[in-house]
């Protein structure tokens, strides 16, 4: 027996990063927001994982070009982050929001004002029964000199916008706790486990 609630089945993994996909449907920019997001593995070539409702705009631009953007907006971008997330391509044009960019492909337009953006390749996408879940392979990812420290991305420079749907907010990030690979050898040595 145990005295925790049941939440019927609530989704608990949150939050999760907020993200901006950029891409090109019939031949015009367009910008979603995106929080299912997930990191598939870690090595060289790594991919990314979004679930995108099929009802979306944005999942023909991905699906015909098999290219996309990835844009990790701050804080001070709240409001195009929000807008581009209640705002639909079908009946606005999202294109001249926010400056942009491209790398390799046209049909990936990244988002000046995000201090990092990724240009991804469309690898697979799981047909979900609602759902496009698009894996994308990183290209390149390219990040403002004011939020890199000793060749890497410096999160607290980022500022990224943590979504939460039990609260419905965005947050952002506290400080840091510990260091991963390292807070657990203190009880490791003590448990003397291998
Ligand atoms: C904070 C936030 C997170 C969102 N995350 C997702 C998501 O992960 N998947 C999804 O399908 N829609 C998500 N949406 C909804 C879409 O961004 C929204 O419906 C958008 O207007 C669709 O744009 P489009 O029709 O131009 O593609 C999110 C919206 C907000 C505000």
């Known amino acids: 027996m145990t005295d925790k609630l049941p939440l019927d089945r609530a989704n608990a993994l949150y939050p999760s990063l907020t993200t901006i996909l950029g891409t090109k449907v019939d031949g015009k920019n367009n910008f979603i927001t995106i929080a299912h997001v997930g990191i598939m593995n870690h090595g060289t070539p790594q991919y990314l994982s979004f679930g995108v409702h099929k009802s979306h705009y944005s999942n023909k631009g991905i699906l015909d070009t098999k290219s996309f953007s990835v844009n990790i907006p701050g804080k001070d971008l709240v409001a195009e982050t929000d807008y581009f997330g209640i705002v639909t391509g079908k009946t606005s044009d999202k294109s001249g ?56 991305i410096d999160i607290s420079r980022v500022d990224p916008l943590l979504f939460d749907i039990a609260s419905l907010k965005y947050w952002s990030l506290g400080a840091p706790v510990a260091g991963a690979w390292n807070a657990g050898k203190a009880l490791k040595k003590k448990l003397k486990s291998g």
Do not use: Q, W
């Open 97 to 152: 929001i926010l400056d942009i960019f491209y790398g390799e492909s046209k049909n990936a337009p990244m988002l000046k004002a995000c201090p990092v953006t990724m240009e991804c390749r469309l690898d697979r996408t799981l047909d979900f029964d609602t759902h496009d879940i698009f894996i994308g392979e990183i290209l390149e990812t390219y990040a403002d000199p004011d939020v890199v420290t000793d060749g890497k």
